[in-house]
């Protein structure tokens, strides 16, 4: 009986993955609520803004996020506890909620590509921080139910978000949606203050879950 019960408990979903879903909900609802309009707003608020701006934007942040995450993650990979991929995960998440202020106040296109910068900065440092410690601390057994509800998070988070920042953007313009857009980074970084006691000071190389092919 009592090695079924410390069965169950060594499956229990943790505090860690818990805390990290919760993070990634508050986050990609946040930019939810603005990237399906950025576009939109791009054209309509920036001076000499069109839809070249847009798409330039858009590529910026992608090119620039995939390009630096690779030496970043290098990097953490060199240190085999988790103290430098805690500390990657909370400055890169706080520094993505300073491009929807950066986008608030533009009005020359290189402002708009200035955020895209910072943002792209701050999701290289996140993203690959954000998959090796989530992976650690995934229970044995629960890889596919982690996962599964990290990225169902993520989609509800986004989906709702998307229709209400459109309803929101229609009725009462775009400031609420990048303060919104602020305010839930700012909160999804600081959930992971939670799990400080929790990172590891030394990584075993088997605890490692790879994320599973989307």
């Known amino acids: 009986m009592n090695m079924v019960k410390r069965k169950k408990k060594r ?8 805390i990290m879903i919760y993070s990634d909900l508050f986050m990609n609802s946040g930019w939810g609520l603005i990237s399906p309009i950025l576009a939109v707003f791009i054209v309509k608020n920036v001076p000499g803004g069109d839809v070249r701006v847009a798409g330039i934007a858009v590529g910026i942040y992608l ?3 995939s390009i630096l995450q690779i030496p970043i993650a290098n990097f953490l990979d060199k240190n085999h506890g988790e103290k430098d991929d805690h500390l990657a995960l909370f400055l890169g998440t706080l520094l993505t909620a300073v491009s929807p202020v950066i986008f608030l106040f533009s009005t020359e296109a290189w402002h708009i590509y200035a955020g895209q910068v910072i943002h792209a900065l701050g999701m290289a440092m996140a993203v690959p921080s954000w998959y090796a410690i989530f992976g650690r601390h995934i229970p044995k057994k629960r890889e596919a139910l982690c996962w599964g509800l990290d990225s169902s998070a993520m989609g509800l988070g986004g989906g709702i978000a998307g229709i209400v920042g459109g309803t929101i953007a229609s009725q009462f313009g775009f400031t609420p949606l990048f303060i919104g857009v602020t305010v839930l980074n700012v909160l999804a970084a600081l959930l992971f203050l939670l799990i400080i006691k929790d ?11 790879p994320m599973p092919k989307s």
């Open 11 to 18: 499956n229990k979903i943790n505090k860690v993955v818990k």
């Open 199 to 209: 990172i590891l000071p030394k990584v075993p190389q088997k605890r490692v879950y």
């Open 63 to 65: 090119v620039l996020k």
